[in-house]
Structure formats: structure tokens, C-alpha cells
């Protein structure tokens, strides 16, 4: 029975039940769809509905209860030609979960209550809550849907990418590598909760080219400890730049650049020694430069040069950027330098360094680099303070004030029995204490009213008048660059072109071109953006200068003229003509005018120029007659400067005869400035605080004093006080309520100390007291805050069993070519623990070309509380990964912490969907084609059989395709459509349709002359 015979067949045995529809199923025109399938639909369809099956997650996490929402989507076709879609809830469902080696695992829903459960009804679709096992590792995971029900049997799949979140890092051997070499690298990846070792977790390895774009992606997952390696070797022609190579797994990636280039190790080394770890003021300065080989040979006659900064917020004195400091330097022939330096100033404020970047270069011309490093500070030791309310200390209550010191170089003062004494009380008895092995110690202050307290501020140093000539670019106009050795010779004119300058009043930007001859003489020289006086003094300048010679060549340099400090002279005429000539002022006084600022010497001091010159011509004369007046009171001028202002005024005549006796007086005032800058001492400010002063004995050696300076601080109306802030797992914390003078409230009776997961302690207050118990749990580890109103105390709860690292070699010295066995031993406390370790080693030369990872690369890893009262070298990281062990040090980091580091999510959740989206088009394409096949074969019969003169028409092409049909029937392959229809002509798709056009199915003589409209033809007929 055919499949259009069986539908038909369907619907006769429904339809009994039709008449009841539009009385008892108004809402359901389409009975039979309802009865069958559970669809709802305003008309029935032509064929079968066809189901699909989709699935949404929502929140899925491993251990934790998610939503899992599965609908079944109905697609029909209609007469009309269109297709509709629809919801269906009939059936049964089911999950599984397949790991990434195949293996499947039931996922049943549960209730409320963790027991068994059962899928609800969620709009059109239908719901479950179901848990992921916890033991799941970190990976790809596939969520299965089945459905049993009225449209066979359905699933769907749906990716769930289970990843913890993760802190990744990257390692490679070396930051430097050239062509053809191999890179080495790990990546270590760690669960940003607890910093546990994410085993057995996918991930790859990325290599990006300089232009971000993939050269590699490698597979590479974690092992049992979290940690994965890759070997990538380079290609020989990889070109010069920064590569960038990444492990990503899920949403988290670790990076780590890669700088490839072709370079070579350099031959030896200039390393420093400073005469003292760090220098007081008043305390000269010395270094010893050795510039040795990699085997330790001496570079003799190596020069040195030096550049010179200084980091920090002091100012360095103005002379030592001015030459009081060296800058070029020579070894012996034992490779030394020995460098005498200033002694610190004594105006030295807080702490600076004194950084001489140094280059090396042997007598081959080879050049290295190093760093000279010398350190500044005020006082023989540093002390610094945390307090328990924001840094200051308040008036009329006892304050609990840690006091760090440590030495200059930031080394703790550990154990120094530190004497405090306060400054405003001469005659007070001080506090001793002893510092832990961090440098901390603790101190009880109650200071009184605030003092005035001097802020010494910084000094002033006077900036230095720029060069008075600056070249620039230097080009060979027709070449592409300038020859060396004409650079070199315009630098070395640069005091004779300098000498311009004085006729520049503010800077001046000139392009000079010169035209060389084949002598190197000068022939012309093109300045014309510049002043006419400008212009003669550079000519006469360029008159002088000499080039190497070679072929005739035009120069161009670009040449900025800076204002020297010279004075600038104003000159006012008074009496003298009659009838004044235009040219007067304009072309003789103001030319004279900057022509005589040479007079003038650039270190002269600064002071106020003032003259009158008297002057005079003759009639038929064009000559200017100068005398000399006596000068003013209070001149700044010399006799031998107003006599070369005079020369310079008298080398200028007159455009045109006088034509009549005249004489008046010029008027010439101005006044200079120095260009020898000095250095004025810091003005030193008042402000309300407290001064203490700390003297230490460390060692059995004084070390001199200090000085600690505290600010006023408003009392809390509410304090919270821990007594021990780092306590083990299980023991048993104290925590006290303080009140301050301004706070009426009652102490609560009870009290809650909050785990950073949730969960809280309770305890209630003893009696009358201000005192809470809380006995931690032996099982948990981490942050607790007890918070009253705005008041807050942490404490930190860890084993302190930190993972430690010894290396120890077979031999303290090995030589060249001999074999050094290194032993490796990692434990946690006392107890061995296996681990991964990563040892480097590199050429030491090679940290010159390229930056090497230091021992905090790792520092990242670990989360890191907030505070604000930070203090220099002090991480708070260095809290929570073992590296501070003093009592003190503890309680001050814990007691002032802002808030602990934010807890991190064990596990991500994932959130999903899948399409359910029917296509038909697949599936009617593929029965389609098989149809097609067998229709060109029924043609190619009927063309065999049929008279000559018979042609193929319309009616024809429908019956040879209904008898494809059946014999498509009549095997074993269904040949229904998707919606189980017989597939006749109507049904096609047009694009399809127009494939079994009669013209594509026979030659021209077999078609009649008059064709009919293949597609209008089936349209109307509907061939069956």
C-alpha cells in the first residue's frame, strides 16, 4: 500500500471523531494532528508532521544543581505550499552525558529535596533540574536529549565546556631566540580558588607571527599536576620580531612574548661595584668598573661611557648634569675603572638613586652594556608605620602602631631593639622594642594634642639655559644620506656657527644650504628664513668653515638658534634731526642693536644695562660720530662692553649724506640674565602631627636614628579587634569590641564571624564583657570578617605548610668542561611532595640583549588582599603566599587589610542551545536526485519504444515520472518526502521542478513545436 493510500487510510479512521471538533475541540480545527501527534494546528496538513528535538542548559555547574529545558518542534507542510511549525509534550525524555573518550552516563532529574525527580512543564517545552557529577574533570562534555513519543525516536546533542576557572601561566627557556632555534616552554595552570593544579585538562598551544597572525595550534593537556610542554622548533628564515605564544584552554590563556631575531652573545661584561651598599649625605661616592671577557680575562684600555639620571622624587643638584659628574672613562689594562664621585648633597630629602647607564667598548670597537646603581638616603635606616585607623593616630586613646625598619637596601631590621622617643617630649623616657624577623614591632601610643611638625620640602633646582645651537638632521641633497665625516665636521663648527646665536632673542628654526667645493671650501650659503643680521653672521661664519674634500656637493642642515642670556638692548633716539631719515632706526640703530648683544659675555652676572650715547654728523657726510657718556648709577655695564656696543654702532653709516649738521643722544637700556643656574634649598612646611624618633641597635652595632612622622586621626565610633589574626585551623579566636568616646550604642549580644564562601560562625558575648569566642572549623581554611556596623576585623586561616625548594650541588665550583650534579628536593613543611620544576639556564651575558624572568614571575598566581595603607616593599601577595613570617608583620598586614581577596568561583557555568529548526531540503534534495536519475531512465526507454514522429509533451514526461515513482516504491528505500508524501511533480520546489523541464530531457526532434509552459502546466494539473 503506498504511502498516500496509508495516509488516506489514517485519516477515514479518524474522522468519526471530525463532527465533535467544532463543538467539544473548537480550539483544535485539525482533530487528527491532536489525537496522533498532540500538535496544534488550524488546519490539517498534507503528509505527516516531522519532528525535531532541542535542548537549552542553564547554569550547569559540576556538584551544583542547573535547569535543563528540552521541546519537541513539529514541522508541517500544507496544500498551499508553506510550511508551519509547532510544540508538541507527548513522550518520553532522557539525558545522558558522553565524556570525550565515549563514555556515557545517565543524567536523571531530581527534586528540591536532592532526591528524584521528574520533568515539569515549562511553556511549550518541558523542564528538569539536574546536577552534573562533581568529579568531572576539566574538558568538553556532550549533553544528550532522547525523546520517544509520536515521532519516533529523536535526540540532539549539545556541547557543555566544564571549565574551572583558571590562573595560566607561561614559561619559556629564554626571552631571546634566533632563527632556527627551538623554543621550550611550559604552562602551569592552577584553579583561581584554591590554586589547585587543573590535571588532565585540554588545552593547546598558539604561536602567533609578529602580524597576530597563527603560525601553530598544537594539542597539548594538562598533566597529573596541572603543568603542559611544547618544543617548537623556528625556521631558519623566521623573520625578525616579537612573536607571541599562548596556552588557552576554555576562556582562560597564559602569554608570553617571544623576541626572535639574529643576534650575537657580546664578548664581555661591564659590571659595577659601589664602594657602599647606599650613601648618607655628606658621603663621597665611589664605584670599581670591571670590564672582563666571558672567561674572566680583563679587557684592557676598554672606554667607558657613562649617561646619568636619577630616579626618585629628590632633584639632583644641577651641576652634576652639567659635567660634575664623568662621563667618559678609561680601564687600565686590568679591565678597571675606579670612579670618584661628588659626595651626597646634604639637602638630600627621602631616598633617590643615582643611575649611570654605562657602555663598554673594547679596543676592537665592540660596545656592551651595564648599569651603575648607587643608592641615596636621607637617614642610616627607613621606618615606616601601619596603625589600626587608616595610618594616623588619634588623640586621647591608646593606638596600636606597628613600626617596620629596615635598612636602606629594604633588608628587615630583624630582631633590632628599636628605642622610640617622642620629639615634642625632650625630655620623656622612650619605648623600647624588639623588631620581629620582618622588621615590625609593635607599640602602644597615646600621643595627646597634635604638634606642629616640619615637612622638609624639596629643593629647588634652577634650570639650566638651553645649548646656544642645536643641529639636527644633516642631508646630502641628491644622496641618500649625508657622508659621516660632513657630519661630523658642521658638529665640530657648532662653537663657531654657535656664536650666531646672540642675534636670536627667542629660538629661531633655520634650514641652512650649503654649496660645497670639491676643496671642501664653502662657495655659497642659503639662509634666507633667517634675520638679515642672522644671515651676515652666518655667512661669515660659513666663510671660515672648512669640509673634507670630495666631490661638490649642496648640504643641507637643519640648525636651532636658542637665546644665550645675552641682554636685549632697546635704544630710544632723542633730539638730533630736524627731518630724521626713515632708515635711522629701521636699518642702522636695530641691526647695531643686536649685533651689540656679542658684547656681552653668556656668564656675565644678571643685572640692568643702562647708557646714554651721544652722536653726531657732519653735512656731506654719511659717517655717525659715537661718544662715550659716563654711565649711569647702577649700570651693569663694563667700560669694555659699552666701548664694543660703540665699534659695533660706529661700523654704521648713513644710506645718504647729512645735509646739515645734526648730533642727539641714543637712549640704551636693557637688562641680562645669567645662564650659571643655582640651586635653592626646599621650603619646609607646618602641619599638625606627631614626630617620633627611632633609633636601632642591630647586630650589636648602633645604627643612628630616624625619624617617623604620624598624622592626627579622628577616633572610630566602633573598633573590631582580633587577638590572634592568623590563627591554625580549629582553634579558638577572640574578638573585642571597642567603642569610641562620641558612640552611645549597647554592645550586641551576639556576634558573627563570615567565612568568604557564606557560611558564618556565631557566638555570644561572656557576661558583661566586650569579648566574643569563635571556635573555627578544623576543616576550612580561608578569610573570615567579623563586622559591627562599619567596623571590621579579618582574619586568615591557613596551614602555612608552603612548598619549599632546595637545590644542592655536587660542587660549589666546577671547571670548563667537567660535570656538576645538581640535587632537586621539594617538600611542603617537612613531608616530600612531588612537583614539576622548571630550571633555566641561560648565558648571564644574554640578560644585555633581553630582559630574564625573576623569582616573582609567579607572584600573579595568587589573589592578593586590599588596603590602603600600602607600604613600600611590603606586597600583600607576600601575606598569603608564606613569604612574611614575623608575628608582627602578620598581625599589622592582617589588622589594616580593606578587604581580603575576592573568592573565587570553583567551577564556570555553562549555558547552552540547540536549533531545532527543520530544513526539509536536505532530505527532499537527496530522494529528488534518486527520482531524477530513474526518470532520464524511463525517458531513454520511451524514447526507444516510441513511434519517431512521437513527441514528448507535459503528460508524458508526469506519467514516465509517476512510473519513476513506483519503481522507486518498490524497493527498499522509502521514496515518500519528508512528510511521508508521495513525491509526484506539484510538490518540487520550482528550482528542482525546472530540472525535469522536458527540454532538459530529450533532444530538440523529439519536442513538439508548440511547448507548453513546463511549470504553469504542472500547477494546473497536479499530475498524481
Known amino acids: 500500500m503506498g504511502a498516500e493510500r496509508k495516509r488516506t487510510w489514517r485519516w477515514l479512521v479518524l474522522a468519526p471523531l471530525l463532527p465533535c471538533a467544532g463543538v467539544c475541540g473548537g480550539a483544535l480545527p485539525c482533530l487528527p494532528a491532536w489525537l496522533q501527534y498532540g500538535v496544534e494546528l488550524a488546519e490539517c496538513p498534507d503528509g505527516d508532521p516531522v519532528g525535531a528535538l532541542w535542548v537549552s542548559a542553564e547554569g550547569l555547574r559540576r556538584g551544583h544543581p542547573g535547569t535543563v529545558v528540552v521541546g519537541v518542534r513539529a514541522t508541517t507542510a500544507h496544500d ?18 558522553r565524556s570525550a573518550d565515549g563514555k556515557l552516563r545517565p543524567l536523571d532529574p531530581i527534586g528540591a529535596d536532592g532526591e528524584a525527580g521528574e520533568w515539569v512543564d515549562w511553556g511549550d517545552s518541558r523542564a528538569a533540574t539536574i546536577t552534573l557529577p562533581p568529579e568531572l574533570t576539566d574538558g568538553v562534555y ?57 590535571a588532565d585538562r585540554p588545552g593547546s598551544f598558539v604561536l602567533k607571527d609578529p602580524q597576530g597572525n597563527m603560525l601553530l595550534r598544537e594539542a597539548a593537556a594538562l598533566d597529573a599536576l596541572g603543568v603542559a610542554a611544547v618544543s617548537l622548533p623556528l625556521d631558519a628564515e623566521a623573520e625578525s620580531g616579537t612573536y607571541t605564544l599562548c596556552w588557552s584552554s576554555g576562556e582562560d590563556e597564559g ?82 675603572v675606579r670612579l670618584s664621585l661628588p659626595p651626597v648633597p646634604a639637602d638630600l630629602v ?42 594616623g593616630v588619634a588623640e586621647g586613646v591608646p593606638n596600636r602602631v606597628w613600626v617596620r625598619a629596615r635598612l636602606p637596601d629594604g633588608r628587615p631590621l630583624s630582631g633590632a631593639a628599636l628605642s622610640i622617643k617622642r620629639a615634642w617630649e625632650p625630655g620623656g623616657a622612650p619605648t623600647v622594642v624588639t623588631a620581629d624577623e620582618d622588621g615590625f614591632a609593635l607599640v602602644q601610643l597615646d600621643p595627646g594634642p597634635a604638634v606642629s611638625v616640619r615637612v622638609p620640602g624639596m629643593p629647588v633646582r634652577a634650570t639650566p639655559l638651553p645649548p646656544p645651537l642645536q643641529i639636527g638632521r644633516i642631508l646630502q641633497l641628491g644622496a641618500e644620506a649625508a657622508r659621516l665625516d660632513d657630519q661630523r665636521a658642521i658638529g665640530e663648527a657648532m662653537a663657531a656657527l654657535g656664536a650666531c ?64 642670556g645675552l641682554p636685549v638692548l632697546e635704544a630710544t633716539q632723542q633730539g638730533g634731526w630736524s627731518k630724521r631719515p626713515a632708515d635711522f632706526e629701521d636699518d642702522i640703530i636695530a641691526p647695531a642693536m643686536l649685533q651689540a648683544r656679542a658684547c656681552f659675555s653668556p656668564g656675565r652676572p644678571a643685572g640692568t644695562v643702562d647708557a646714554n650715547l651721544i652722536w653726531s654728523a657732519s653735512p656731506g657726510s654719511t659717517a655717525i660720530r659715537w661718544e662715550r657718556a659716563p654711565l649711569n648709577a647702577g649700570s651693569a655695564w663694563t667700560a669694555a662692553e659699552q666701548a664694543c656696543v660703540v665699534r659695533q654702532l660706529e661700523a654704521q653709516h648713513l644710506w645718504e649724506p647729512a645735509d646739515e649738521a645734526h648730533f642727539g643722544v641714543l637712549v640704551v637700556r636693557g637688562s641680562s640674565r645669567s645662564n650659571t643656574a643655582t640651586d635653592q634649598p626646599g621650603t619646609a612646611t607646618l602641619r599638625p602631627g606627631y614626630e617620633l624618633q627611632v633609633t636601632a641597635q642591630h647586630q650589636g652595632a648602633a645604627l643612628g636614628a630616624a625619624t617617623l612622622r604620624l598624622w592626627p586621626a579622628p577616633v572610630p565610633d566602633r573598633r573590631v579587634r582580633v587577638s590572634d589574626p592568623t590563627p591554625a585551623p580549629g582553634a579558638t579566636v577572640e574578638v573585642e569590641l571597642l567603642r569610641g568616646p562620641n558612640n552611645p550604642v549597647q554592645l550586641p549580644d551576639r556576634l558573627w564571624m ?25 576543616d576550612k581554611r580561608g578569610w573570615y570578617t567579623v563586622q559591627w556596623a562599619e567596623a571590621s576585623a579579618r582574619v586568615w586561616v591557613s596551614d602555612r605548610k608552603d612548598m619549599q625548594l632546595r637545590l644542592e650541588p655536587s660542587a660549589a665550583t666546577s671547571r670548563p668542561g667537567g660535570e656538576l650534579t645538581l640535587r632537586v628536593q621539594t617538600t611542603r613543611g617537612e613531608q616530600p611532595v612531588a612537583a614539576h620544576v622548571s630550571l633555566v639556564g641561560v648565558d648571564e651575558s644574554l640578560g644585555q640583549l633581553a630582559p630574564l624572568p625573576g623569582p616573582d614571575a609567579l607572584g600573579r598566581l595568587r589573589a592578593a588582599p586590599t588596603t590602603s595603607q600600602a607600604l613600600p616593599g611590603l606586597e600583600l601577595a607576600a601575606l598569603t603566599n608564606g613569604a612574611v613570617r614575623g608575628e608582627q608583620a602578620i598581625m599589622a598586614m592582617v589588622a589594616t587589610l580593606d ?22 531540503t536536505p532530505d527532499t534534495q537527496r530522494l529528488f536526485f534518486d527520482l ?35 519503481a522507486c516504491e518498490a524497493e527498499a528505500p522509502p521514496c515518500a518526502d519528508p512528510f511521508g508524501r508521495r513525491m509526484r511533480l506539484g510538490l518540487l520546489p520550482q528550482e528542482l521542478l525546472a530540472l525535469t523541464d522536458p527540454r532538459l530531457l530529450v533532444r530538440g526532434d523529439r519536442l513538439p513545436e508548440d511547448m507548453e509552459h513546463w511549470p504553469t502546466w504542472v500547477a494546473e494539473e497536479d499530475p498524481r
Open 80 to 97: 498551499d505550499g508553506g510550511l508551519r511549525t509547532s510544540t508538541s509534550k507527548r513522550g518520553e525524555l532522557r539525558l545522558e552525558l
Open 142 to 198: 556532550t549533553l544528550i536529549a532522547h525523546h520517544d513519543g509520536p515521532f519516533g525516536a529523536l535526540s540532539t546533542e549539545l556541547a557543555l565546556p566544564l571549565y574551572a576557572p583558571a590562573h595560566v601561566h607561561l614559561l619559556s627557556d629564554r626571552p631571546l631566540y634566533e632563527p632556527g632555534q627551538t623554543v621550550l616552554a611550559r604552562a602551569v595552570a592552577l584553579r583561581r580558588a584554591d590554586l589547585v593544579p587543573l
Open 255 to 336: 602569554c608570553t612574548p617571544l623576541q626572535v631575531e639574529p643576534f650575537t652573545l657580546p664578548r664581555f661584561t661591564v659590571e659595577a661595584e659601589t664602594d657602599r651598599p647606599w650613601h648618607l649625605p655628606g658621603d663621597p661616592m665611589g664605584a670599581t668598573l670591571r670590564v672582563r671577557y666571558a672567561s674572566g680575562a680583563p679587557v684592557p684600555d676598554a672606554a667607558v661611557a657613562v649617561r646619568w639620571t636619577v630616579d626618585g622624587g629628590w632633584p639632583p643638584p644641577s651641576d652634576w648634569m652639567r659635567g660634575a659628574l664623568p662621563t667618559t672613562l678609561r680601564a687600565g689594562r686590568d679591565g678597571l
Open 350 to 391: 627621602g631616598a633617590a638613586t643615582l643611575v649611570g647607564a654605562l657602555t663598554a667598548t673594547d679596543p676592537t670597537g665592540e660596545a656592551v652594556a651595564g648599569t651603575l646603581r648607587l643608592a641615596l638616603h636621607q637617614e642610616p635606616f627607613v621606618v615606616d608605620a601601619l596603625t589600626e585607623i587608616g595610618g
Open 501 to 564: 646665536a646672540s642675534h636670536a632673542t627667542q629660538e629661531v628654526h633655520i634650514d641652512a644650504r650649503l654649496k660645497v667645493r670639491a676643496d671642501g671650501g664653502i662657495d655659497a650659503l642659503d639662509v634666507r628664513d633667517a634675520s638679515p643680521t642672522m644671515q651676515s653672521c652666518l655667512q661669515a661664519a660659513a666663510a671660515r668653515l672648512r669640509l673634507p674634500s670630495g666631490d661638490p656637493r649642496v648640504l643641507e642642515a637643519q640648525l636651532t638658534f636658542n637665546d644665550p
Open 754 to 778: 563570615n567565612h568568604q564562601d557564606g557560611s558564618s560562625i556565631e557566638a555570644l558575648r561572656e557576661g558583661e564583657s566586650r569579648t566574643f569566642r569563635f571556635t573555627l572549623p578544623a
Open 899 to 920: 578587604a581580603p581577596p575576592p573568592l573565587e568561583a570553583l567551577d564556570r557555568g555553562v549555558s547552552a542551545r540547540t536549533s531545532a529548526e527543520y530544513d526539509p
Open 932 to 966: 531524477l536519475r530513474r526518470l532520464h531512465a524511463e525517458v531513454r526507454a520511451w524514447e526507444a519504444a516510441a513511434p519517431a514522429d512521437e513527441k514528448l509533451r507535459p503528460a508524458t514526461v508526469a506519467r514516465l515520472w509517476g512510473a519513476a515513482l513506483d
